[in-house]
């Protein structure tokens, strides 16, 4: 088992930045690839960005590229999300998860889930 646990949410005017973070415990955390998703009021959960097991590759949503930065730190067991220029359209809950195989912008290929963090942007 894997936990992980958000924070980090709250907030935001437009134009404005936040830093999610993801903190995991449980079993060996470079063996994941991680990732964020993000799920809007009466929308279906997507895909927001991705990071290899070791770092080296990231993915994102085209809606958030030059925008948000998906980094991860394996000593500390952590991983971020750095968002800039805030969009009220950001507005979501954001999840964190854990995929032990390969990773990509499905949500099937995650393994492990936590329990979202709030993000508010006003305009």
């Known amino acids: 088992q894997v936990q992980l646990v958000e924070s980090g949410g709250g907030l935001a005017q437009a134009g404005g930045s936040l830093r999610l973070s993801c903190a995991a415990s449980?079993?060996?955390?470079?063996?994941?690839?991680m990732g964020w998703f993000r799920q809007a009021p009466g929308k279906e959960r997507e895909f927001v960005a991705a990071?290899?097991?070791?770092?080296?590759?990231?993915y994102y949503v085209n809606s958030v590229k030059g925008r948000f930065t998906i980094s991860r730190d394996n000593a500390k067991n952590m991983v971020y999300l750095q968002m800039n220029s805030l969009k009220p359209e950001d507005t979501a809950v954001y999840y964190c998860?854990?995929?032990?195989?390969?990773?990509?912008?499905?949500?099937?290929?995650?393994?492990?889930w936590g329990q979202g963090t709030q993000v508010t942007v006003s305009s």
């Open positions: 998860a854990a995929a032990s195989g390969v990773i990509g912008g499905f949500k099937r290929e995650y393994d492990y």
């Open positions: 449980g079993r060996t955390f470079s063996n994941y690839g």
């Open positions: 990071i290899s097991r070791s770092g080296g590759t990231t």
